[in-house]
């Protein structure tokens, strides 16, 4: 765990707008944790590739999954550092002045290699982490994957420990010669919503306790 406030290390270093860095792991987890896609970039040796994919966090890895066969998996399992990118978008600041016009947002990289889950037992553990992400308690109801379907895909996972979090939060920044420009300023805020389920025409079963809350949020 990082709280020092320092980059782990030289690549991870904010350099543009260096005052938005957060180095804390505690910060990069929320925002991972946030987080149901990030974007993988890597170089196949050939050409460059930034692929999004679903994600989630269990301790100090970012995990994902894939086909024992897809071009992703492929390339995260060979020796090649990659990249990984999660940006939140929470509001758009409007300024007086066109040049100070900024984002409101929660963003996190990640740099390093991925590595293959490949005992048995964990990777039913952590598929059950996975359906957890999604819903709370859908863990326990969805059918278990099984032999052919565990054997046919990869869990591969990717250290936190060389991450940097970058997050703006907070009003205008005008210059002084600006306040008098007769422009609205201000934020246009943005979250993400949860609408109402969408119930699948041949369900045959009761609504659980989750989905009745995903429609209350």
Known sequence: MNETGVPPSPRTRVRRIAENADY???TVQNI???AYLCQIAFHDGENTHCIPTACWRDGEYLYVHGSNGG?????LLSPRDVCVNITHLDGLVLARS????SMNYRSVVIYG???LVSDEAEKRRLMDVFMHKIAPGREHEARPGNAKEFAATSIMRIPLAEAAAKVRSGGVQDDED????????GVLPMTVQALPPEVDAQNAVPTPAYVHEWGAQ
């Open 24 to 26: 804390a792991s505690s």
């Open 32 to 34: 991972v944790d946030a």
């Open 71 to 75: 071009r992703l998996t492929r390339q």
């Open 98 to 101: 066109a040049f100070n016009h």
């Open 113 to 115: 290699r991925f590595e």
């Open 178 to 185: 600006d306040m008098a420009w007769p422009a609205w300023a």
